[in-house]
């Protein structure tokens, strides 16, 4: 099974900041990575498919980035609703494994 | 809008089973597959398995493989989770999404999840 890591585990930001949250596999996945948002209580919700494809209707602040092993979720401008947790996935092979996730929190 | 609408919360005792259904609507169920997602109180995201609408071909997470079945419904749109000889590390929302690709890993719509809890 491919592991998926990600870093860090939880940090603190104010509204308004650039957040930077990074996820690493353990073997190469090209660019089948996945980032979900999910809110305490709800479901998650997929924001960014294929490393860097915003999905329809995911604010601009949301991009991501990276290839093969390492990539990049990164919020510019952080708004409210933004503190959530953050979870990636692989979808190169199955079983489709998540990050362990980031938890963005209020400073 | 594809959308999905498990049913509600569970209390089981160990060594029970227990069926999560999910019922879909705004698309076309035959052209994508369902995958089921369970998150332990506080804890992360784990894959259990898929099955494909079309076919009814499943694929299982190993963790998951020997106590879960997964099922689906053409004619009322609707995908089942069943789970065996449940556990207390059972207790957890379970959730279903749409495997838009039909076995990708791309979930682009999720059920509200389903609590399952086991207790003596």
């Known amino acids: 099974d491919i592991q998926m890591t990600q870093s860090p585990s939880s940090l603190s930001a104010s509204v308004g900041d650039r957040v930077t949250i990074t996820c690493r596999a353990s073997?190469?996945?090209?660019?089948?990575l996945l980032w979900y948002r999910q809110k305490p209580g709800k479901a998650p919700n997929l924001l960014i498919s294929?490393?860097?494809s915003l999905q329809t209707g995911v604010p601009s602040r949301f991009s991501g980035s990276g290839s093969g092993t390492d990539f990049t979720l990164t919020i510019d401008s952080l708004q409210p609703e933004d503190f959530a947790t953050y979870y990636c996935?692989?979808?190169?092979?199955?079983?489709?494994?998540f990050g362990p996730g980031t938890e963005v929190d209020f400073k | 809008q594809a959308q999905l609408v498990q049913s509600g919360a569970e209390v089981k005792k160990p060594g029970a089973s227990v069926k999560v259904s999910c019922k879909t609507s705004?698309?076309?169920?035959?052209?994508?597959?369902i995958s089921w997602v369970r998150q332990a109180p506080g804890q992360g995201l784990a894959w259990m398995g898929w099955?494909?609408?079309?076919?009814?071909?499943?694929k299982y997470s190993q963790n998951f493989q020997d106590r879960v079945t997964l099922t689906t419904d053409t004619s009322t749109n609707t995908a089942y989770m069943e789970l065996r000889s449940l556990r207390s590390d059972d207790t957890a929302v379970y959730y279903c999404?749409?495997?838009?690709?039909?076995?990708?890993?791309?979930?682009?719509?999720w059920g509200q999840g389903t609590l399952v809890t086991v207790s003596s």
């Open positions: 996935q692989q979808s190169y092979s199955s079983p489709f494994t």
């Open positions: 705004g698309y076309t169920f035959s052209t994508s597959g």
């Open positions: 073997q190469s996945i090209n660019n089948y």
């Open positions: 999404a749409r495997d838009y690709y039909d076995s990708s890993g791309f979930l682009d719509s």
């Open positions: 099955i494909s609408a079309y076919n009814g071909y499943a």
């Open positions: 294929a490393a860097s």
